[in-house]
């Protein structure tokens, strides 16, 4: 699996809109984006995925560079319990059924 | 509905015991994952079920590693002589898709902290 880069940590206050960004230079063109977030003491969830265009859900939207080295998650409107470690992963096409998990970002969301 | 459950939440062992960490799938989901949680890392992957074949076991790090899927839907993962490296936290999460689409979805349980004392 292509390996991905992110931050250790960010932060951001309340209510307002947090980006966080993941480098993968090395993708390959049938690699899917995924990204899933662990809140404390809790195991990973889903939040979105995207092969090359942008794409939105309930939870964020995820933004595509047009040359798919990097991509960013952005949540619109941060909340405390957006307070979580988010993981980019790759997954390729016909790959391993694991999902590979890097160090995350920390995001810390200040009141 | 019912997500993916681990019980026991947390277990004390002492070096040289024996553990049994046991997961309960969301129902109807094909696929079953191991993965291991060192303090401050990612996850890592452990073990992988489809039904009841162990497809690929190659991220379990010793042969005191055990794991079994016996009728499809509950499993067990077991480690015997437990040493103090063994103390992380374990997850299990299940999807409903079998063979690596590249687009399912894993949900996890809430996790198993193991203490080796």
């Known amino acids: 699996d292509a390996k991905t880069t992110q931050p250790n940590s960010m932060e951001s206050n309340e209510e307002e809109p947090v980006h966080l960004p993941c480098n993968h230079s090395?993708?390959?063109?049938?690699?899917?984006i995924h990204w899933y977030r662990q809140l404390p003491s809790q195991g990973p969830e889903y939040v979105i995925h995207?092969?090359?265009s942008n794409v939105n859900n309930r939870m964020a939207s995820l933004a595509i560079a047009e040359d798919r080295k990097s991509s960013t998650l952005i949540l619109h409107r941060a909340t405390l319990r957006d307070a979580a470690v988010y993981y980019c992963?790759?997954?390729?096409?016909?790959?391993?059924?694991?999902?590979?998990f890097g160090k995350g970002t920390k995001l810390t969301v200040n009141p | 509905g019912a997500g993916v459950s681990q019980s026991p939440r947390y277990k004390v062992a002492k070096r040289g015991q024996d553990v049994a960490l046991r997961c309960d799938p969301i129902s109807g989901h094909v696929s079953l994952f191991w993965y291991q949680q060192a303090l401050g890392q990612g996850p890592e992957f452990l073990t992988y079920f489809q039904n009841e074949a162990q497809l690929d076991k190659s991220g379990l790090p010793s042969d005191r590693f055990f794991a079994e899927r016996p009728e499809g839907s509950v499993s067990t993962l077991k480690i015997q002589r437990t040493q103090q490296e063994d103390s992380a936290v374990y997850l299990c999460a299940s999807s409903s898709l079998a063979g690596g689409f590249v687009t399912d979805t894993q949900y996890f349980g809430p996790g198993t902290r193991l203490t080796v004392l």
């Open positions: 995207g092969l090359t």
């Open positions: 992963i790759l997954r390729a096409q016909g790959g391993s059924e694991k999902l590979v």
């Open positions: 090395t993708i390959s063109g049938t690699d899917y």
